[in-house]
């Protein structure tokens, strides 16, 4: 985004890891800034969105892209588990999208791309708290392009496939055979690189997509061929 001309507001728990991303961006000649919030909690959302749009006097693109798992038979599943990865990954999504949009609303537009998955579109083994999430994800962004179309907020979804991120290196981690698994059912061969959603994201944010909106758009390597 920052290549292309975006001037960024990073909001992470981690901000030690935060800092070091803006001092890199910075180095290219972005503007950034870095704020802590978690995204669950309402508060701390509103808090980094009026940041935000006091910072840089209004907010156009949105990317939620924070997103947990927990890997278990859904019959072992307790409900804190449950919580962490419901909450983090559709409440915290709704969350953001509900304090951005308000700006966006007022602003008469702008872009919101949400990240769902693969378990928005099919299930996966171990997956009910995290594939339960992303379907979540995949129906508030049709709800919310509806409902936002006529006052210029486009809302639309990414469906990564499996990509290179510390989440898969966690999933390799605790099943040894899941990247075997896994990469036994994408044509092209290969997990995904994250430079690789670069493209998709800076379209949808973009006016390229200006009439695209309520759309699931899916770079898995073929994976849902199958």
Not at 19 to 48: F, P, Y
Not at 73 to 102: H, M, Q, S
Not at 137 to 166: D, H
Request: charged residues 25%; hydrophobic residues 45%; proline residues 3%.
């Amino acid at each position: 985004m920052a290549a292309h001309g975006a001037r960024l507001i990073l909001v992470d728990l981690d901000i030690d890891r935060l800092r070091d991303v803006k001092a890199e961006l910075e180095k290219s000649g972005a503007e950034c800034i870095a704020l802590r919030a978690d995204v669950t909690v309402a508060e701390d959302v509103a808090a980094a969105i009026e940041a935000a749009a006091k910072e840089f006097g209004s907010i156009d693109i949105l990317v939620n892209c924070a997103g947990v798992t927990r890997r278990m038979p859904a019959e072992e599943f307790n409900e804190t588990d449950w919580d962490f990865v419901i909450n983090t990954n559709l409440k915290g999504t709704y969350l953001c999208c509900r304090e951005a949009g308000k700006h966006m609303l007022k602003n008469g537009g702008g872009s919101i791309i949400n990240i769902t998955s693969l378990g928005a579109h099919v299930a996966i083994w171990n997956s009910s708290a995290y594939c339960a999430s992303k379907g979540g994800v995949a129906q508030l962004t049709k709800t919310l392009a509806l409902e936002w179309a006529k006052k210029g907020v486009r809302v639309n979804a990414i469906s990564p496939g499996v990509f290179e991120t510390p989440l898969l290196q966690q999933c390799i981690e605790k099943e040894p055979d899941y990247a075997e698994r896994m990469l036994s059912d994408i044509p092209l061969g290969r997990f995904g690189k994250p430079e690789e959603l670069v493209g998709t994201a800076v379209y949808l944010a973009s006016n390229a997509s200006s009439y695209v909106t309520s759309h699931l758009l899916i770079v898995d390597g073929g994976f849902l061929l199958h």
